[in-house]
């Protein structure tokens, strides 16, 4: 199935960063006329899914955070967020609760428990040297539902 309407954002891996993508991704969002806890989940997995470009990806360098959101006719959002840092060797322990690579930043390991919670499906393929790509999908119910 094709999108309807698609948004591409790139910007540096700054951590002042992390509020402006995900306020833009909700702005996009909105024309789904979502209810509010769907816009605050999604709002939350796409700030967990910045932050660990920003902290893991690139953890001691700036690098460039991508964000493409489509919307499809059924009210699904697919949410790309990719970055070309460091990579993930081991996804399957990356996404085990309380497993974080930055303890000295008492970072909680919870990142993607938390999208996992908020999303339909979460997604991650990653390449060691090469960076990250988190797929984050939401269908959007209607509000009388």
């Given amino acids: 199935m094709n999108p309807i309407n698609t948004m591409k954002l790139q ?5 002042v960063n992390e509020a402006f993508s995900r306020t ?7 024309q789904t006329d979502p209810t509010i806890e ?10 967990e899914a910045v932050t660990n470009c920003i902290v893991h990806g690139y953890r ?3 690098g460039t955070v991508y964000i493409t959101a489509n919307l ?10 990719r970055d070309k840092g460091r990579g993930i060797p081991d996804i399957k322990k990356a996404m085990e609760p ?6 000295e930043e008492e970072r909680a390991g ?8 908020l999303m339909d ?14 797929t984050l999908e939401r269908s959007i119910r209607s509000k009388g539902e």
């Fill in 11 to 15: 910007f540096e891996g700054r951590s």
């Fill in 38 to 47: 769907e816009l605050s989940d999604i709002k939350t997995a796409v700030s």
């Fill in 24 to 30: 833009a991704v909700a702005a996009f969002v909105t």
């Fill in 72 to 81: 499809y006719p059924d009210s699904r959002i697919t949410i790309k967020i």
């Fill in 110 to 117: 919870l990142g993607f428990a938390v999208m996992q919670t």
């Fill in 121 to 134: 499906k979460v997604k991650v393929t990653s390449k060691e040297g090469k960076g990250t790509t988190v």
């Fill in 98 to 103: 309380m497993f974080t690579t930055a303890p």
């Fill in 60 to 62: 001691d360098t700036l």
